[in-house]
């Protein structure tokens, strides 16, 4: 978990759009949580650009960040099968 959200965050710390994938919503809130630490520690201007997607999410929720992602808004996205 610590791995994949230091490769997540370092990724989205050079502008690289992300998805990382995990098996359960419990390692998506993680690997975000983590990556944020990460960001609002070295580069808190990108922490805003990185969000969350999962199925415990209400429509309007995922819509929004779905959104968000295709337009090129956010830089990072973690995220289960739901995506």
């Known amino acids: 978990i610590v ?16 998805l990382a994938f995990c098996k359960v919503r419990k390692l998506v809130e993680l690997v975000l949580r983590y990556a944020l630490q990460d960001l609002h520690a070295s580069a808190p ?9 999962r199925g415990g999410y209400t429509k309007q929720e995922r819509r929004a960040v779905e959104s968000e992602l295709f337009s090129g808004r956010l830089l990072g996205v973690t995220a289960t099968c739901a995506l």
Do not use: D
Request: no cysteine.
């Open 45 to 53: 201007e990108l922490a805003p650009l990185i969000k969350s997607y």
């Open 3 to 18: 791995e994949a959200s230091n490769l997540f965050a370092a990724l989205v710390k050079k502008r690289v759009r992300t």
